[in-house]
């Protein structure tokens, strides 16, 4: 019923009433009432909160203001919006329950599959989503990789000298900081009826155009901004941003389907009750010096995006994870055809090269002791018998050529810096 309810939903017609508060009425009452019924509300109450929306004015009092008929449209699309992301996320739950353990344990093995680096001909709110969540995980990853190295040089006993690398925390706080990050300039516009795309990017480059990640929109692109990303530049394309991260729980929709008499409906709108009651009145003022109007608890896309980032990050620091990185050799994914830019654009995209260039600072090779000796036994002759693999590999390393390298023997291997078995070979 949820689902057809969703679709029904998009079949809601709206006209202009010609009257002095130029109004909005539901021009197909027929399918209204059809939406109402699937939702177990009144045919009356659903008119009312997708025709108009409720502004607190005080602690206690609130007035109703009339919706124009694209403000009804995205009323209409935020309730569908709202109706699937309740479902999903019921399901989600439901199955999760389902296969849960019986018995509670704090060990578990979770699986992150996620979208990789996007950058296509026209990128637009979800493709900054997806890349402002790898560069949260390219960070984890970074520090995960760095605090593995430090950790392997302490247990085998080497000398630790500080390795500085490129860290990308200055765009991740270009897109995620309060109260001037791309997220929170898109959020404080998105409280706005008057906002528009345009706004947006006109503040983004208001408060923002000095700053050494962010690109102004090119020439012939003006509805465009660019974010120097740790895996290159990616320019974003404006329009829709506002729509696609505007509130999907508007605390008047939410109490009009907690009383619905439909005891499915009331379950799923459970979830979100907390969002629409004790309300706080409106704020005096928003964070780019605009009056805000409207519901303070506001909860966009955006920052529910943000949010949930923020407690993936929180479960990510109390695991020891392993990376798998799938690469495709092809746009057309024929056998045996690997298209060499193709493979450095995924490597650089995921990562790979910023975790090559760590390694490539301390000592990227690391082989045990027995597998060095049996490896380069022969550049030595005498060591062709011996048996202690410890002083046979420092007899290697001794050698001239061993002499030559940036190396360490510890408890149990050989480090060698950056190009240390050609030289043994040359």
């Known amino acids: ?35 109402a019924s699937l939702l177990g509300v009144s045919e ?38 709202v109706l699937y992301v309740l479902l999903f996320q019921w399901l989600a739950a439901t199955i999760n329950a389902a296969i849960a353990p019986e018995v509670t344990t704090s060990l578990s093995i979770g699986i992150l599959d996620i979208f990789g680096f996007e950058n296509f001909d026209n990128n637009s709110f979800e493709q900054l989503c997806i890349n402002y969540c790898n560069e949260k995980l390219q960070q984890h990853f970074n520090h995960y990789i760095f605090k593995m190295e430090q950790e392997e040089y302490a247990m085998e006993g080497i000398e630790w000298k500080a390795i500085d690398f490129v860290d990308n925390q200055e765009c991740i706080d270009l897109i995620e900081r309060r109260p001037l990050g791309i997220l929170s300039i898109l959020d404080e516009e998105s409280r706005f009826p008057k906002a ?68 499915f409906i009331r379950e799923i709108f459970e979830a979100v009750k907390v969002l629409a009651v004790d309300t706080p009145a409106a704020a005096p003022g928003g964070t780019l010096g605009r009056k805000a109007g409207g519901n303070a608890k506001m909860i966009t896309v955006g920052n529910q995006f943000r949010n949930q980032l923020h407690v993936l990050l929180g479960s990510l620091h109390e695991t020891s994870p392993a990376y798998i990185r799938c690469l495709k050799p092809n746009k057309e994914k024929s056998p045996g055809n690997f298209v060499d830019m193709k493979i450095v654009e995924q490597l650089r995209h995921a990562g790979i090269v910023e975790t090559v260039k ?39 390393s001794d050698d001239d050529r061993g002499r030559t390298l940036a190396q360490h023997l510890s408890r149990a291997k050989i480090f060698q810096g950056e190009g240390g078995e050609v030289t043994l070979l040359w």
């Open 196 to 263: 528009t795309d345009n706004t947006f990017l006109e503040k983004l480059q208001q408060h923002l155009g000095a700053h050494p990640r962010l690109e102004k929109n090119k020439l012939g692109k003006e509805f465009t901004f660019g974010v120097q990303h740790y895996a290159g530049p990616v320019q974003y394309d404006v329009r829709n941003f506002l729509f696609k991260n505007r509130d999907t729980f508007r605390p008047d929709i939410i109490m009009l389907c907690l009383g619905s008499s439909r005891p």
């Open 44 to 81: 009356a109450g659903l008119h009312k909160h997708l025709c108009s929306r409720t502004m607190d004015i005080a602690s206690s009092s609130s007035v109703s203001i009339p919706l124009q008929v694209q403000e009804a449209i995205d009323s209409r699309d935020a309730l569908a919006k």
């Open 1 to 35: 019923a949820v689902l057809a309810t969703i679709l029904h939903l998009g079949e809601i017609q709206f006209k202009e009433n010609k009257d002095a508060n130029n109004s909005t009425a539901i021009s197909n009452k027929e399918q209204a009432a059809l939406v």
């Open 358 to 396: 760590i390694r490539k600072m301390g000592y990227p090779s690391r082989v045990v002791f027995r597998t060095f000796w049996v490896r380069y036994r022969f550049l030595v002759p005498k060591l062709m018998k011996s048996l202690a693999a410890a002083s046979a590999t420092k007899t290697i």
